[in-house]
T-cell receptor, first 114, second 112 residues
């Protein structure tokens, strides 16, 4: 039972354009969501997070949108740069006594072409 | 501030052996979580330690165990290694657990 799903294994965009990565979840108890960027053989690097009390959070070129009714979140990268090419994971957790347990999606490999 | 460190970075073992991996969290972080990454299963939660106590556990067999010391450093142990245990093992730390987790570089374990 996959509680966090990233249905697009890969995404290719042109440099300077917008990248939109999507994530769906099934567990309505999730109330904290994060996006991580990962290169092969390295640990994930935290990008941005959002609490369920918000519907948008922005940090520089990265914006995360949360639609609780649809159980859907998305990460927008504007403008996309070749250095953004990596695998992006969304993750979710239940703050209600679940502590440090993140449930990850399968990842989306983003390729930004010059 | 120094990030999460993991040792060793690479390890090669044979079936049946046991292995211990180490993780030093960011200073001031009391929660340490462990994850296994494989091509087929993605990133899966193993367990979390907070103040030397296991607070959460994922769906892994009892061969996978861990502990946390008073300085928040953590170790995980895998006994009776199987070929399927070959993976990247990641450790993450956070202040309280239910907040942003920061990952180390991982330990690449290969079981032959």
């Amino acid at each position: 039972d996959q509680q966090v799903k990233q249905n697009s294994p890969s995404l290719s965009v042109q440099e300077g354009r917008i990248s939109i990565l999507n994530c769906d979840y099934t567990n309505s108890m999730f109330d904290y969501f994060l996006w991580y960027k990962k290169y092969p053989a390295e640990g994930p690097t935290f990008l941005i997070s959002i609490s369920s009390i918000k519907d948008k959070n922005e940090d520089g070129r990265f914006t995360v949108f949360l639609n609780k009714s649809a159980k859907h979140l998305s990460l927008h990268i504007v403008p996309s740069q070749p250095g953004d090419s990596a695998v992006y994971f969304c993750a979710a957790s239940e703050n209600n006594n679940q502590g440090g347990k993140l449930i990850f999606g399968q990842g989306t490999e983003l390729s930004v072409k010059p | 501030k120094a990030g999460v460190t993991q040792t060793p970075r690479y390890l090669i073992k044979t079936r049946g052996q046991q292995v211990t991996l180490s993780c030093s969290p960011i200073s001031g972080h009391r929660s340490v979580s462990w994850y296994q990454q494989t091509p087929g299963q993605g990133l899966q939660f193993l367990f979390e330690y907070f103040s030397e106590t296991q607070r959460n556990k994922g769906n892994f067999p009892g061969r996978f165990s861990g502990r946390q010391f008073s300085n928040s450093r953590s170790e995980m142990n895998v006994s009776t290694l199987e070929l399927g245990d070959s993976a990247l093992y990641l450790c993450a730390s956070s202040r309280l657990g239910a907040d942003t987790q920061y990952f180390g570089p991982g330990t690449r374990l290969t079981v032959l």
